[in-house]
């Protein structure tokens, strides 16, 4: 069948907004929240009253505040003119999904300037992602008896067949970890990893989280918000910022809804979704001029590759470990330092950093050559992917 | 059990044939009548052949190592004093990819190997809950 992109450049990024990730930023998630969206909408050069979509994945109540839905967002920001809203789980990439849906909306003509955003909040009573039952209901009941409910357990026994079957050696993934806090360093928003250089030796020795994963193959949980505004061209030509237009959105999803549970380790959520991505974008692999790419945990960088057609099935790992994925390389990768370093926004970080690239408005990290770019969000059980261009 | 403070299974109506198996020391998987396609975790209609007809099988309990993490980090109740323990994804031996997960039984960590035949044990953990285990499959 032939490949059909209607919504190929018919919407665009207009402004972005960022409060910083931070351990503990001292504020409601609301605050933060609501501090990226004005910053979005101000850096588009427009007003509240302007916006009429809204598209956010709830972030459940913790700690005694409210669920920040899109009706909360409505109420705090003044948006009198929503005719538009998704509260979703599209992609379950909470991030990414948002500004995919937002595109959807705006080139159906649902909307005109549709505001997509994530908030991140740690919550501070308790570990994040544990697990706070011992009464182990549906799919639960055959992991958590055996102490295997925490996300990073299960990534990290999935991983380990990866490494058994394609023989990754740890520096290779280590060249993309120590490289990722290189890049951070550039990065002038508050970020959550410490604001200083590690060492392949730092990588190597780094405490064992569950093998084979470490400490620094895991990003940090945070809080934080971004926020981006997608509007139709015609729209953004009396707006402040240039426009990136959007030309390919998609989604994916796995064989089961629990990943233990697939039937092969090394193919995940993103193959899925970058089946025809570079089709439905109308624009080649060898054209991309940086990417974006999900790394909740490190080695999610390795099967985005693979899945996105950059290397061959089971070579990712060499890939990145000749350092293709450096600024200078032939594919510069997560130029803000990545989620592993920046905070854990679900990849509405990642967009906003490659906003900022093809706008020119990156500052020190700014590349030389940005004219269009991948950004991907998820990728193990849901995956997400966007292409870019100015 | 007042004491045992790890996650015990809540059996549903889908599950119960598993978790009463366990507690007769068998492993006990849903299996279509008309395609003979294991599903594990159990589900309502076969995936293959979207047959109603799943019926409780009790399979060999063998298997190999397909996967497995060592875990060495806190957040799930009751596994504190356990850090380092190793989970294993075991392939059961009756279908490809037909996985169940475990602890690993009388294996030290270092001695773990992707493809290692495995075979299930059980436990008894409350006077009401079993859970099938697997160790490092003996000869005979």
Request: charged content about 20%.
């Amino acid at each position: 069948m032939a490949i059909r992109n209607p919504m190929r450049d018919k919407s665009c990024i207009v402004g972005v907004g960022h409060s910083g990730c931070f351990r503990d930023a001292g504020v409601p998630g609301g605050t933060l929240v609501a501090r990226a969206c004005l910053q979005a909408i101000n850096d588009a050069g427009l007003e509240p009253s302007d916006v009429d979509g809204i598209i956010t994945s709830p972030m459940p109540g913790i700690m005694g505040y409210d669920t920040i839905n899109c009706n909360y967002l409505v109420e705090m920001l003044g948006l009198p003119g929503v005719r538009w809203w998704i509260d979703h789980h599209v992609g379950g990439v909470p991030g990414l999904g948002s500004v995919c849906m937002a595109a959807l909306a705006v080139s159906s003509g649902l909307c005109d300037v549709a505001l997509a955003c994530r908030l991140n909040w740690r919550p501070k009573d308790k570990g994040y992602g544990h697990v706070m039952s011992n009464r182990a209901q549906g799919v639960d009941a055959f992991l958590n008896p055996y102490g295997y409910g925490v996300f990073p357990q299960k990534f990290s026994s999935w991983y380990m067949r990866y490494v058994h079957e394609f023989g990754v050696k740890r520096e290779q993934l280590g060249t993309y970890v120590v490289q990722s806090r290189k890049n951070a360093l550039l990065n002038d928003k508050p970020i959550v990893a410490p604001r200083q250089a590690i060492t392949m030796d730092d990588y190597l020795n780094a405490r064992m989280i569950s093998d084979p994963m470490n400490l620094l193959d895991c990003d940090f949980p945070c809080d934080g918000a971004a926020a981006v505004i997608v509007t139709t061209p015609e729209r953004a030509k009396s707006l402040k910022q240039k426009p990136v237009y959007i030309s390919a959105v998609a989604t994916g999803q796995g064989p089961h809804p629990d990943f233990v549970f697939w039937d092969d380790y090394t193919v995940m959520a993103a193959h899925w979704a970058a089946k025809d991505i570079w089709e439905r974008a109308g624009i080649a692999r060898k054209d991309i001029n940086f990417q974006q790419i999900y790394d909740g945990f490190a080695p999610f960088i390795f099967y985005w590759m693979e899945a996105l057609g950059f290397a061959k099935r089971g070579e990712a790992p060499e890939f990145v470990g000749s350092g293709a994925l450096k600024p200078d390389g032939i594919l510069p990768t997560n130029l803000n330092g990545g989620q592993l370093n920046e905070g854990r926004l679900h990849a509405l970080g990642h967009t906003v950093e490659a906003t900022l690239q093809l706008q020119g408005r990156a500052g020190a990290r700014q590349l030389k050559k940005a004219d269009a770019a991948v950004v991907t969000g998820g990728g193990l059980s849901v995956a997400a992917i966007m292409v870019l261009h100015r | 059990m007042a004491d045992y403070k790890k996650a015990i299974p809540v059996p549903n109506d889908l599950t119960k044939d598993y978790w009463e198996g366990a507690k007769q020391h068998r492993l006990v998987l849903k299996r279509c009548a008309d395609c003979g396609r294991y599903s594990h975790p159990p589900l309502p209609t076969c995936p293959r052949c979207q047959s109603e007809k799943m019926v409780a099988t009790p399979v060999s309990g063998k298997g190999t190592l397909y996967s497995y993490s060592v875990m060495r980090n806190a957040g799930n109740p009751g596994f504190e004093s356990e850090i380092p323990y190793a989970v294993a994804i075991v392939e059961l031996t009756e279908q490809k990819a037909l996985f169940t997960v475990s602890n690993l039984r009388d294996c030290p960590l270092d001695q773990i190997k992707i493809g290692m035949p495995l075979e299930v044990v059980f436990e008894d953990v409350t006077p009401e809950v079993t859970l099938p285990q697997f160790r490092p499959a003996r000869k005979g």
